[in-house]
């Protein structure tokens, strides 16, 4: 996964953090500097009116801070309404590491950054996201309780990547109900871009559904691997959106949904992984509305990871977990039937819905 495509012109640097477009309306950004580790990091906590801001730890090498920003302010924007719209009581956050994860992660590092974690007493929790592995949330577990995504061995929840794919496949689903009158996926043409962690879960649910594969990522070796054991077509970055497909299952990066995209998507159906799929939600989700393209929001039906940390803080388990986790098949059925009623987009719908469950705890706090 790499960072959200950022365009330069959003970028003002006469306010670098409350000018910048992303910031919206974030209660808090933290900025962590340890000089003997070489820590940078960015923790953005976005709101906390549902509960404690939980959302993974990024790691990545950021072209530069802006970059950064950018990211985490969009990312922790992205798991406030993730939790709302999935009914947790849980706020947004998300924290970025700065720095190549192969090369410059190490436990001393992990342990600097959950210090910092620590220090915000539990207003916001952390877990794995992008370069970071279950081990490296048992390393912060050292220093910090306020963090989840830890191994089973160490009591946590482990992987949230299989629960997460199972959510997806869910949405999806839906959404080939709600567009082609039925949710089965066999023989369907479908389109996993990135075969990663989630991807790879994602192809196999496909494949024992008997839907007709296409993939692509930009590991070679992993998609040679693939091909030949879920009998999957490859599909060269550039040719991706010619493809006649029925489903497109955007699993690796961001915003691949843009200005050069949008109009060339040719699958009838929209739904996978990838955090912030919309470069600009309110513009290119109209236009696939426009173009009759069942979008299922990414929030919505990639939030089997979260339900999968969850469980660490309630306590409930896979059972629990899973039947959560299928109940995203039917919230995609009713945002899309909301979204028809309500002449809007499914992720403007999925959002005000998110939205209006916030406010309704702020008025119950008030009283
Ligand atoms: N892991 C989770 O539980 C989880 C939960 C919610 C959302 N997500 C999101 O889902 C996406 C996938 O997560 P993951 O854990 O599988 O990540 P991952 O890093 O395991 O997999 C990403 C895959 O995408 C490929 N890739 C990178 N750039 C690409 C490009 N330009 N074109 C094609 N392929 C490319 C990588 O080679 C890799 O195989 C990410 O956007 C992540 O933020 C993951």
Known sequence: MVSEIINPTELKKVDPVFGQLSFNDHEQIVFCQDKDTGLKAIIGIHNTVLGPALGGTRMWNYENEWEALNDVLRLSRGMTYKSAITG?????????????????????????????????????????????????????????????????????????????????????????????????LEGKRVLVQGVGHVGETLVDHLYNE????????????????????????????????????????????????????????????IAGAANNQLADEKVHGAILKERGIAYAPDFLINAGGIINVYAELEGYDKKEILRKTENIYKTTLDIFSHADKNECTTHQSALSIAQSRIDNRKLALKK
């Not at 991706?240 to 159906?269: H, M, R, S």
């Open 210 to 269: 008997g839907a007709q594969l296409f993939i692509s990522d930009i590991n070679e070796a992993r998609l040679l691997e693939l091909s030949k054991k879920y009998k999957a077509q490859i599909i060269a970055g550039n040719e991706i959106f010619n493809q006649d497909l029925d489903v497109y299952a955007p699993c690796a990066l961001g915003a691949t949904i843009n200005d050069a995209t949008v109009n060339e998507i040719k699958a009838k159906v």
């Open 88 to 184: 947790l009581n849980l706020g947004g956050g998300k924290a970025v590491i700065i720095g190549d994860a192969k090369t410059q992660k190490n436990p001393a590092l992990m342990k600097r950054f959950g210090e910092f974690v620590h220090s915000l007493s539990g207003k916001y929790i952390t877990a794995e996201d992008v370069g970071m592995e279950t081990a490296d949330m048992d390393t912060v577990r050292e220093v910090t309780p306020y963090v989840t995504g830890i191994s089973e061995e160490k009591g946590g929840a482990g992987n949230p990547s299989p629960i997460t794919a199972y959510g997806v496949f869910m949405g999806m689903k839906a959404a080939a109900k709600y567009q082609f009158g039925d949710d089965s």
